[in-house]
């Protein structure tokens, strides 16, 4: 059995003031001064916390928001004195995608590189836009050896990016079918491409690190590349339109990607002829022609790799009425199946991946594996401001954080993530995320239910 994957992390505190979401109120007036008050016998130290964090106490917009949301307090205080609010500023973080709540989990995921445990629960909505409205069964999770990261079952997370051969063709005993090169890498998680209105001065620095540090690949502008030769083996270069290839460092690396274009297939062929042995991905936006040009370029016997990629917020580019990339993903993919091409393309996707669950669930959908880039920028303390452009002042300071800080947090986000991949695999009995792709038996999609349940009595929302 090969050796399990494994991130080494530690906790990497946050350096700005925590905005927390929920605080307590206590109204004094009609204290009884209990000798076995309910705040001191909190069962997350909250109070013991709050004292000490109010002592140190510099600026006023950092009050103390830490409450775990138990309630513990609230419903055994005799005099019902206490009562939970909520911070003003943590409601204006992200937006309606990328909410406060992802924000602040995103946060905790990277601080302590552990699955987030909230003491209020779950106390949002049952079904929602997005992937809120799809489901994965854990039917499995009764069986003690699907036991997630502690059980003593084996769950494989690597995958295979590349071209795999449609069948197996040999003479005598050696395989007289020509393989194409393929990356293995030991989660379906790739670092894409910051977004330009999100950037740092040492951004691409942290996540090559990253990238070493959880044996990942990131891929990085080739004309933003300044880092060093051992760090090109875990660098995918993103090489423009019109822009030349770095040669030297190209042969040291084992992915690139390329935009989609008219050329595109004489590009492939001009990398190819400097490195032989590279895997080169095209990245396709899905625009209102994206699902349609994705299909046709698997078709092509030079394509390898397709990486569709949505917009930050998970949706069709350019759209009056997007569709969702779970949607768009589900296309593509029974698309290829039907034309007996799915298993040789490896599929790619990016755009509103924001928790651990929509990786799992993207997969479902047909994914290969999947992109992300802001949810490592929120790892940093970043409050996701709708107004942030370049050049303007940060409120969680980014632009002077240190590097061994921000490659701390992101390799904590990131092991964070791979458990809670495993935990979700390992309660669906899967043992295997190759296995996953696109099995979507293992999960439940409220439009199809919707329209299975209701469909005939009120009619098909979809024709609507």
């Not at 004489?266 to 936006?285: D, L, Q």
């Not at 099995?439 to 929302?461: H, I, P, Q, W, Y």
Request: charged share 25%; hydrophobic share 40%.
């Amino acid at each position: 059995m090969p050796e399990k994957y494994h991130i080494k992390t530690q906790p990497v505190p946050p350096i700005s003031p925590r905005i927390g979401k929920y605080g307590m109120v206590d109204w004094r007036e009609d204290c009884a001064r209990c000798h076995n008050c309910v705040k001191k016998a909190c069962v997350y130290d909250r109070y013991r916390q709050e004292a000490d964090y109010i002592r140190n106490l510099s600026d006023v917009d950092a009050l103390f928001f830490d409450c775990m949301g138990c309630f513990s307090c609230v419903q055994d205080c005799t005099k019902g004195l206490l009562c939970m609010s909520i911070n003003p500023e943590y409601q204006k973080m992200g937006n309606s995608y990328w909410t406060p709540d992802i924000i602040k989990t995103t946060w905790l995921q990277a601080e302590t590189a552990k699955i987030p445990v909230s003491g209020a629960g779950y106390r949002g909505p049952f079904s929602g836009k997005g992937f809120d409205s799809m489901w994965t069964d854990m039917s499995e999770i009764v069986r003690p050896t699907r036991d997630g990261i502690h059980g003593r079952e084996y769950i494989s997370s690597s995958v295979d990016i590349g071209k795999k051969l449609p069948y197996l063709a040999f003479n005598g005993d050696k395989n007289a079918a020509n393989a194409s090169p393929l990356v293995s890498i030991p989660m379906p998680m790739i670092i894409d491409i910051p977004s330009p209105a999100h950037t740092l001065p040492q951004l691409n620095q942290i996540i090559a690190q990253t990238a070493v540090n959880t044996d990942i690949i990131a891929i990085i502008d080739s004309r933003q590349w300044r880092g060093n030769d051992k760090q090109l083996n875990n660098i995918a270069f993103y090489i423009a339109d019109g822009q030349d290839v770095p040669k030297d460092a190209l042969k040291k690396t084992r992915l690139v990607e390329i935009p989609d274009g008219n050329r595109v297939i004489e590009r492939i062929k001009e990398i190819k002829k400097i490195h032989p042995g590279i895997v080169i991905a095209i990245r396709v936006e899905l625009t209102a022609a994206g699902v349609e040009r994705a299909i046709k370029l698997a078709e092509s016997k030079e394509i390898e790799v397709i990486h569709i990629v949505a917009d930050a917020n998970g949706n069709e580019i350019g759209a009056s009425k997007p569709r969702f990339i779970k949607d768009m993903t589900r296309q593509i993919h029974t698309a290829l199946i039907e034309k007996g091409c799915r298993d040789e393309i490896t599929l790619m996707a990016g755009g509103g991946i924001a928790l651990p669950e929509h990786m799992a669930k993207e997969i479902i959908c047909g994914a290969d594996l999947i992109t992300i880039n802001l949810p490592l920028l929120i790892s940093l303390e970043c409050h996701l401001c709708n107004s942030c452009k370049p050049g303007m002042v940060c409120p969680a300071k980014l632009e002077k954080i240190d590097i061994n800080y921000g490659v701390g947090r992101m390799t904590n986000l990131i092991a964070a993530w791979h458990d809670q991949l495993i935990e979700v695999m390992g309660a669906m009995g899967m043992r295997e995320v190759r296995r996953l792709r696109g099995d979507v038996g293992r999960a439940m999609f409220f439009e199809n239910l919707e329209e299975e349940t209701f469909g005939k009595l009120f009619g098909s929302r979809k024709n609507n």
